[in-house]
């Protein structure tokens, strides 16, 4: 590639390296070694890795024009999941990421707020039962549970108690879309082609059965939403609403209103989007939000165990902010020291691959991006940190947490 980088071994380039010694430390390892700017190669392809700061800023923002695709992950090359935003391209992505921004924006999510509100409520509830017999409490389980029944209110409109009821048809056929087949990954990653044939004969990483059900699932709640006999505080009932207002001007957050980035050659001429790019982004919310939820809401609550003097400053600032009352979008916005030990989880532990407010203005904006940056970065970036917030601000009123 002309950059300096590890040796790759035919085929599989250095994809055995990377499990060997695991993401977290592998990468630092290979700064260290070839600088700011090296290539590496994962099965079939070759990968410039860059943490120049600087340089990430101009690729991703400045000169987005000229880098507007992104790696497709393998699974997402098939059927159904082939349109949703990680897996397009070029103006069906800017087709699709225009129509979708709009449902994100702040005064949109206020509308979600209540049917967070219901989950963390009810989490509390459970919290709360494990308290009185003095249990042990599995963080990842609760926060998955959380994060799961936050998607099914949020994108569906529906209550569901997955802690209490694990073999709730939606919740069994949700943990399948999430978590896949997982003896297929490894295949999927070192023998990508393999994943097309694969599909021929059925065998898909995401069970079909489970993205059938779901498909069903989408296409009655959007025909329910488009009757118009009543109205959803959910993510299928704001998507109706952005395909009537498409013509109109939206309000979009400056996180993510790329508009000058979006607009679209004639060749994607149609409004709204096709019933595929519907179920294909419904899923993606199962992907994306779970995973990142409660992974970023688990750590918090860990580091805020594990810190008592921090413990004791968040959950007085919870109850001098919220009191006995619930929160709501604006009361959660205020919760700053919640937010930071969020964001200082989510830095020592990223989701996916200690903030002040004062020292954002110092620090390099690429320095810090746990939901990616410019026109590509994450569209519920908002939607997910309003999650684990909320979770862990209830969490904090009711209970006295201590790591073991």
Known sequence: ???????????????????????????????????????????????????????IKEVAIKKFQSFPNRQIPTAFKIKPWNTNLLALRDDQWKHVRGVLSPTFSSGKLKKMIPAIERVASNLVSNVTEKAKTGEMIELKE???????????GVVFGIQVDSLKDPKDPFVYHAYNVIFGRQWLQALYVTLPFLAILLSKIGLTYFPKESSDFFYNATEAALKERRQETEKFGDFLQLLVEAEKEQET?????????HRSHLHTSSQQTHKGLTPDEINSNVLLFFVGGYETVSTAMSYTLFCLAANPECLHKAQ????EKLGKKPADYSTANELVYLDMCLNEAMRMFTPAFLHTPEARAARHPCSFLPFGIGPRNCIGMRLGTAGASHGSGSCLTKSHSRAV
Do not use: H
């Open 1 to 55: 590639m002309g950059v300096p980088g590890p040796t790759p071994v035919p085929v599989f380039g250095n994809m055995f390296t990377m499990i060997r010694k695991g993401l977290v430390d592998i990468f630092p390892f290979w700064n260290k070694q070839y600088g700011k700017i090296y290539g590496i190669f994962m099965p079939m392809a070759p990968v410039l890795i860059i943490s120049d700061l600087d340089l």
């Open 142 to 152: 609760f926060c998955g549970c959380f994060a799961m029944d936050v998607i099914a």
């Open 249 to 257: 001007q939206q309000e979009i957050d400056a996180e993510i209103d």
């Open 316 to 319: 007085q600032e919870v109850d």
